[in-house]
């Protein structure tokens, strides 16, 4: 069976696992960046007032929120961590690809996403 050929990489170059390794590094863990055990009460809590994926019933499907999201990254924006209002129960599905494209896409993209939420926009 063919296999394919070695990847090039010029030399000194990192390869994909050591640059996500250096960049979890830089963040900090979870507990670090604050999803601590009061973090974990409470986004229980929200899921099990919000069963449902908010990200997929916009657009007309059902599925099982698993965790829930900032609608405006902690990390960007300060003051919103414990801020229920954009709070967002969703599907680890949504949360990796269209939240994260929205995220990439800038503050607008947010925005607009929070109307769509019926949320009030940052």
Sequence with gaps: MPT???TFRPGGARSRREQNIDADRRRGSAR???YTGAWD???AGYIAEHPVCEY???DGYLAVATLVDHLYPQRQFD???WERGWWVACCASCHSGMKQAAERAGKGALDD???RLGRVVL
């Design 32 to 34: 670090q960046r604050g």
């Design 79 to 81: 003051g919103v961590f």
């Design 4 to 6: 394919l050929p070695p």
């Design 56 to 58: 997929c019933d916009l």
């Design 113 to 115: 996403l929070a109307r």
């Design 41 to 43: 009460k409470a986004a």
